[in-house]
């Protein structure tokens, strides 16, 4: 009777999201009207009226970069990251996870989300995944524009907000749940932009573990670089690039670890420092 339940939940919860989908092709996609974070953006600006950032870059004050444990645990984090070049979808990789009961957080980028409706929806509603914020136009997260690989950055306490709380928004009308952990485009952040994403209740998520470079790395490369992977490591590998090599890499890696003794969790799961 429970399984029978737990699987009535789930049937509902991929319909609800699948119609919340549509919603949103159709236009009545309710939290995108700027106006309703104008008093969060009035707000947010006093508060970091006069304050200038003095670092950029991975690992600036705030952003968590590994689970606090000695124990044999990692997390797989994949990044899926929208737009004209990022918007696909690499399916081996999830298939090898279900098969191998692998958990993973998933940063899920708001272009992505409409460019794979149907994916996200089935994604969504499995519990061996978690789904977090990778943002709205994939952004490096700055108050004042700086460029991360070319890519400039939000310009403004304003547009740190619109990066981060409109794909937040976004994710929990279509599961009901607001993603407690960020990711920005490129991983770049100043650290005033990791701060207003904790005041908008995210905790900031990097990495220790390079896992693909972006999907670039060959198959050997994600196969080394994940092969050295210590207890707490948080390994950072994407989702949205079939046609890279990080399948072919995850697909040798995965079982040795789990070989070696190792758990994989999710980034609730534990503590994160």
């Not at 991360?148 to 981060?164: D, F, K, M």
Request: proline share 4%; hydrophobic share 40%; net charge negative.
């Amino acid at each position: 009777m429970n399984m029978l339940i737990r699987s009535l939940k789930g049937s509902i919860l991929f319909l609800v999201i699948l119609l919340a989908l549509s919603l949103q092709q159709e236009g009545a996609f309710p939290f995108s009207a700027e106006r309703e974070l104008e008093e969060l953006y009035l707000l947010m600006e006093d508060r970091y009226l006069h304050q200038d950032p003095t670092q950029w870059g991975q690992t600036v004050s705030g952003v968590l970069t590994r689970i606090d444990t000695d124990e044999p645990v990692i997390a797989l984090t994949l990044d899926a990251c929208g737009g004209r070049r990022g918007s696909g979808y690499d399916r081996d990789i999830i298939d090898l996870l279900r098969e191998r009961q692998i958990p993973a957080t998933l940063f899920i980028n708001a272009r992505w989300i409409s460019a794979n409706r149907e994916v996200f929806a089935d994604l969504s509603r499995d519990n061996l995944f978690l789904i977090a914020n990778h943002g709205m136009e994939h952004k490096p997260c700055s108050v004042s524009g700086m460029k991360a690989y070319g890519i400039e950055g939000t310009l403004s306490v304003r547009g740190v907000i619109r990066e981060i709380e409109l794909c937040g928004r976004k994710i929990a009308f279509l599961t009901g749940q607001k993603p407690e952990y960020y990711r920005s485009g490129t991983n770049f952040y100043d650290e005033i932009a990791v701060r207003i994403a904790n005041d908008l209740g995210y905790r900031v998520v990097g990495y220790s573990v390079l896992g693909d470079a972006g999907a670039t790395f060959s198959s050997e490369q994600v196969f080394r670089s994940i092969s050295l992977s210590r207890p707490g490591d948080i390994i950072l590998c994407h989702m949205n690039q079939p046609s890279s090599d990080t399948y072919e890499g995850l697909l040798r890696v995965l079982p040795l670890l789990q070989e070696k003794g190792f758990r994989f969790v999710t980034l609730e799961d534990y503590p994160l420092k």
